[in-house]
């Protein structure tokens, strides 16, 4: 059962957001200010925080930045403060998610069970995975790729083009998925560039980018990761 720590000053707010997570089948811990929260966060150790930014004790951003310097753990901010500048400053300090009061408690679920999902993910290429016997490495640690004992020389975008394709073999994924998953909301570029990103994957991939072996195209659809069979 995946441990999330909430902390507000609020008890009314704490005790609905702990009923809807505990619902949700998460276990839930609490605590109301600054000092309660650091206590909790290192007995504990929470696969998520729930962070408040109005505390009585210390700033949300200043236990953000406490926490990100000793943990990965996801973070999602909640705060009354709705400028933009506000959410810039959230994010630029290490969360991964802003929501605004007052706000539906089932659209936390909603975002919980997204940054819980995203950080796994992560999680799961922290170390070297190995397919198709080992002639193709990709290890996340390290932000590195190996194909049949040689490394790469990707650059990011190729790189987070593959390791988006990888996470998720057997999948068809769209050029305006890849597009979000891979390169973020800001990319500006056309979506076909997509397909010179691929193009330029496979000549470093591939033994034979005519015939492709791990990364497929799916013809009016987008691209599949795929160990093809010889």
């Avoid at 089932?106 to 170390?127: F, N």
């Avoid at 394709?165 to 305006?176: K, N, S, Y």
Wanted: net charge neutral; glycine share 6%.
């Amino acid at each position: 059962m995946q441990k999330i720590l909430v902390v507000d000053d609020e008890i009314v707010i704490i005790d609905v957001i702990q009923s809807y997570l505990e619902k949700a089948g998460y276990q839930v811990v609490t605590a109301t200010n600054g000092v309660e929260c650091m206590r909790q966060f290192i007995l504990y150790k929470p696969d998520l925080v729930i962070l408040d930014l109005m505390l009585p004790d210390h700033s949300g951003e200043d236990l953000c930045k406490t926490i990100r310097a000793q943990s990965d753990v996801a973070v999602i901010m909640v705060t009354a403060k709705s400028s933009i500048n506000s959410r810039i400053r959230g994010l630029s300090l290490g969360a991964d998610d802003y929501l605004i009061k007052p706000f539906d408690p089932r659209e936390l679920i909603t975002r919980v069970k997204t940054v819980l999902r995203r950080t796994e993910e992560h999680r799961l290429l922290a170390y070297s995975i190995e397919w198709d016997d080992g002639k193709l490495i990709i290890d996340d640690k390290r932000h590195k790729v190996f194909a049949r004992g040689e490394e790469l020389s990707l650059t990011s975008r190729e790189y987070d083009l593959l390791v988006t394709l990888a996470r998720h073999p057997g999948r068809v994924w769209t050029r305006d998925e890849l597009v979000v998953r891979a390169f973020g909301f800001q990319y500006e570029g056309d979506l076909r560039t997509i397909d010179a990103f691929i193009k330029t994957l496979r000549q470093k991939l591939e033994e034979n980018p005519r015939q492709p072996r791990y990364v497929h195209t799916v013809y009016g659809v987008g691209y599949r990761f795929e160990v093809k069979p010889l």
